[in-house]
């Protein structure tokens, strides 16, 4: 729980043919994750074709699935065998003669649609038509000299296309803008006809395909779009008739095909981190849990029967970067998680922070903001809204139970001090012990930092930073003499020359260090050394007192309801009472979401960020599809 | 907030390279290469020094030009930042015409996407889903539901029509430089009159290199040309730039243009100079605009217009030299002088 489970790399060798079906082996098994690295030797990617041909089968289903809207569980057989490379790609073939068969119905009724919306554009262009009293017969007649062309294109290009054709003598006239349309007449002399079109072309030009009746009678042009209308919507039918038939004839192969793209899934997934292989072996490298090692063997052994090689190893200091990180937390740790995780995922090997954060985070949250009132509706929402908030809303009912705790410490119940005892003490009468206590507990929490870094930096092979360096073992000792000499200036402890001088030791440590670390000139190098030293002990000094703020907030939250009181007071008893919710949901929303913050802020900046690299990798085992969506 | 843009304008500036950079690069033994572009701030391009993938160096150099956008965006809010950011779209568009390509030839779309250039947080593209594409048709109506809708919506169309690759290309680039128009607007009243003369430089100069290309190269006719144009309100408006699309040969044209383009470029025996004169012409204004106390917005703007001419400039000399072609031969291809500031 406070640091990530031992993995082991392991280094599997196997049949090419039968990679496929060790890789889904692997997804089954759950906790594989794997890597790049491979023996010596093994120049080729065999998966690499395997994973090309998986991702155009996933895509093509993805979309054929879109269309269908197939959306039901998918099964997956315990003994089902993962297809190999020929099968994916003969199901790809599959795929992809019915996605083009979609692809054109689809396409077909896009037409459709659009024709239709041209119809509507059209009908209402051709009455404007009829009111212009034009004889169509006359503008449209097929002249020798003169070119007529009725059609619409897009709005935003006509001015450009209407200088363009100024430039071959011919003229453009808007008569009607539907949409983002526009309809216009282009007339110009007949022999830049050609010129003209392929301009029209480029602009997005659509001719309008006048009917001769519509030349002669302009009336009829009812009855024509009439018939356009009938004929496109028994075309629509037509197009959803195939689209129909084609979801009833290819069903079930697509969820066969459905279930083969899964059983894939985990070769192709990992050959994205890299299969190696030469000739006819494969190579999956990965990491598993030490303690899965023989449960791993005896899976592998019942499913290939010998036919493989398998090795493992513990990782190599000089790859810690680049080991995963599995912790296992408690249901009740889970929650916070995310939090800590939105900083980064802790390293292999290093302290993970989730418990320590979430004990540090609710002591801060209720510190600041005790009150047993606001506590208890916070516990209440968290509680009423539980189904939306999921997992956080145990975060929030610990904070409420937390903030109730320190509500009865110290005897408040919504901003009221006189109704219950404190159990321990009122902050507003006790101001300076308050803010005595929260940087006590802050030189508590720095201490805790720097230790667990040192830890970290040895545990990585950073053993002279872990001793020597300002977060390690040397600034500990500095920061514990300054706080001692601090507390005896202070009259709170007679320690002042032992202190001073475990001072001046550890900072002298550290200031050496920082000068053997600088590589530079003379100058630079005491420039450095100086500049880091003095940064070292205002850092120490400005995150210690960084924690006053848990005592500045325990205060205010009095201080806020007191001058809520002192508004209601002056006010009728409807009045009163008014101002008291009001001001008690501001307390909770405006105050409470601040506290968060500040809580949330002290763990990042003033424990996290002493300790935590935050540059792990999470753990991702390769797992078949149906269980993903399961997590 | 500008303190702090301007200032880094400053720092970056320092790396600008100088001809004697370039000289320094194109004598330096092959050992001495990533150094000597690490100190010159190429990180990006000192990385990978030794790979001979020549796309590979492309995509370096526009993986620096990001880096440098990234930071220099950072205090940028509202229109400044739109512009900048959209600025780097051109590297999408492009990956968007790759892809078109891609689609066209049938290429595989692992090998399709290994083409296209990683836009790390500027990318606005979900290249996997686009590679996977069955057909350009679904390809662009895929774009069509994207962020660049506004500028495929019309492509789509007119391709539908020419299936015509070349239109594709051209009105996916009108589109894009319209778009940086659209955004330089309402900042060239507030970020005064240096940021204007930047954007007059960019949009006249690719209008003029465009019309007399299409004009010229692909023989198109005047009036296809002019609206393949961009369309802007600069030194080359557009009733001049009809006037000039309607010319019949490059004399003429160069002879038709304003005096002091005309000036400059009357002795320009063919388009690639007419190019090279122009971008130098713009360089030097971009280094009067980056040196002066202009608006924080413009020196960053300037700035990155000069930093992609040394990018450019860099990438020819490295090409060079994995061809292994002679110094003069590199040092010819780059036609590079010293800036003067006008």
């Known amino acids: 729980m406070l640091r990530a489970e031992p993995l082991l790399k392991i280094q599997l060798l196997i049949l090419a043919s039968e990679a496929p079906d060790a890789a889904l082996e692997l997804a089954r098994f759950g ?69 083009s068969a979609c692809l054109a119905c689809h396409e077909g009724e896009e037409r459709i649609a659009d024709e239709s919306k041209h119809l509507d554009s059209l009908e209402e262009t051709l009455s404007k038509l009829e009111r212009l009293n034009v004889d169509l017969a006359h503008l449209l007649r097929q002249d020798s000299l003169l070119s007529v062309n009725i059609g619409s294109l897009p709005a935003n290009g006509l001015k450009r296309v209407s200088e363009a054709l100024s430039m071959t003598g011919t003229l453009v006239t808007q008569f009607d803008h539907v949409g983002d349309q526009v309809f216009a007449v282009i007339a110009g002399p007949r022999g830049r006809q050609e010129e003209v079109r392929g301009l029209l072309a480029q602009a997005g030009w659509r001719e309008l395909p006048v009917p001769e009746e519509l030349r002669t009678h302009p009336q009829a042009a009812r009855s024509w779009l009439e018939a356009e209308r009938i004929r496109i919507s028994q075309l629509s039918g037509a197009e959803c008739d195939v689209m129909g038939a084609l979801r009833e004839n290819f069903a079930p192969r697509l969820n066969e095909a459905r279930l083969r793209v899964a059983l894939a899934r985990p070769l192709a997934e990992a050959a994205l981190a890299g299969v190696r292989g030469k000739g006819g072996l494969a190579a999956l490298a990965g990491w598993i849990p030490r303690r899965q090692l023989n449960a791993l063997r005896a899976t592998l052994e019942t499913r290939f029967h010998g036919r493989y090689w398998m090795e493992a190893r513990q990782p190599d200091p000089h790859e810690a970067a680049d080991v995963p990180s599995l912790v296992r937390y408690p249901g009740w740790l889970k929650p916070f998680v995310p939090l800590v995780k939105s900083y980064g995922v802790p390293r292999y090997g290093e302290f993970d922070p989730a418990l320590p954060f979430a004990f540090t985070y609710l002591l801060l949250f209720g510190a600041m903001f005790g009150d047993v009132g606001h506590g208890g509706i916070i516990l209440l929402l968290s509680i009423l809204f539980a189904r939306k908030l ?136 005491i420039l450095v050394t100086a500049i880091e030293t003095l940064e070292t002990g205002i850092n120490l000094f400005s995150n210690t007192l960084s924690f006053m703020r848990v005592a500045a907030f325990s205060l205010n939250h009095v201080a806020l309801a007191l001058a809520i009181f002192t508004l209601a007071a002056g006010l009728s008893v409807a009045g009163h009472w008014f101002t008291i919710a009001l001001g008690n949901v501001v307390i909770i929303v405006l105050e409470g979401g601040i506290v968060a913050i500040q809580a949330l802020r002290l763990m990042y900046y003033e424990g996290f960020s002493r300790f935590f690299s935050g540059d792990g990798i999470e753990f991702v085992p390769l797992r078949l599809e149906t269980e993903r969506s399961k997590v | 907030m500008s303190a702090y843009l301007n200032t880094r304008v400053s720092l970056y500036a320092e790396r600008l390279w100088q001809a004697e950079n370039f000289d320094a690069l194109l004598r330096a033994p092959d050992a001495e ?266 020196r960053a703007f300037a700035y990155m217009l000069l930093r992609e001419r040394d990018l450019r400039a860099v990438r020819a000399l490295l090409r060079g030299r994995h061809l292994g072609l002679p110094g003069a031969d590199i040092r010819f291809a780059l036609q590079r002088m010293p800036l003067e500031v006008m």
């Open chain 1, 31 to 99: 906790v594989f994750n794997p890597t790049s690295g491979s023996p010596d030797g093994l120049g080729e990617s065999p998966a690499e074709a395997y994973r090309e041909a998986w991702l155009d089968a996933e895509s093509r289903l993805s979309k054929l699935l879109e269309q269908c809207g197939n959306s039901s569980t998918l099964v997956v057989p315990a003994d089902a065998a993962a297809p190999s490379l020929a099968d994916l790609q003969e199901l790809n073939v599959w795929l992809k003669e019915v996605w």
């Open chain 1, 390 to 525: 999921g997992r956080f809303s145990w975060v929030g009912a610990s904070a409420g139970v937390v903030s109730m705790l320190f509500g009865m410490l110290y005897g408040s119940i919504f901003g009221y001090e006189d109704i219950i005892q404190p159990v321990w003490l009122s902050p507003l009468h006790n101001p300076v012990y308050v803010l005595s206590v929260a940087v006590a507990f802050g030189v508590a929490f720095i201490v805790f930092t720097l230790l667990v870094n040192a830890r970290n930096k040895w545990v990585a092979g950073h053993r002279a930073e872990a001793v020597f360096d300002s977060t390690g073992l040397a600034g500990l000792i500095f920061y514990l003499g300054a706080v001692g000499g601090l507390a005896s200036v202070a009259g709170a402890a007679d320690v002042a020359q032992p202190a001073w001088m475990l001072a001046i030791f550890g900072i002298v440590i550290v200031a050496g260090f920082k000068w053997y670390e600088a590589k530079a000139g003379l100058g630079e190098r």
């Open chain 2, 33 to 298: 290469i990533a150094s000597l572009l690490d100190e010159r701030g190429l990180p990006q391009l000192a990385a990978g020094f030794h790979s001979q993938d020549l796309l590979s160096l492309e995509q370096r150099i526009i993986a620096q030009t990001l880096d440098e956008t990234r930071v220099l965006i950072r205090p940028l809010t509202g229109e400044a930042r739109n512009f900048l950011i959209y600025w780097t779209a051109r590297f999408e568009v492009s990956n968007v015409k790759t892809l078109l390509r891609g689609k066209m030839t049938g290429e595989r779309p692992a090998a399709l996407l290994s083409h296209l250039t990683p836009m790390g947080s500027f990318g606005r593209l979900d290249n996997q889903d686009l590679a996977h594409a069955e057909d350009v048709g679904e390809l662009l109506r895929r774009l069509e539901a994207g962020p660049y809708a506004s500028i495929v919506r019309h492509v789509r169309r007119a391709f539908e029509l020419s299936h015509d690759p070349f239109s594709l290309d051209a009105s996916l680039d009108r589109g894009y430089y319209e778009g940086v128009v659209k955004r330089a607007q309402p900042l060239e009243k507030c970020a005064g009159p240096g940021f204007r003369t930047l954007m007059a430089h960019l949009i006249d100069r690719i209008n003029l290199l465009w019309l007399l290309r299409y004009r010229f190269n692909y023989n198109l006719p005047p009036a296809q040309v002019y609206f393949l144009l961009v369309g802007s309100n600069y030194s080359l408006t557009g009733v001049r730039l009809r006037e000039l699309a309607a010319m019949g040969s490059l004399e003429a044209v160069l002879a038709a243009l304003p005096q002091d383009w005309h000036d400059r470029l009357a002795s320009a025996p063919d388009i690639p100079s007419v190019f090279s004169i122009m971008e130098r012409t713009a360089a030097e204004h971009a280094l009067k605009v980056m040196r002066s106390n202009a608006p924080a917005i413009s």
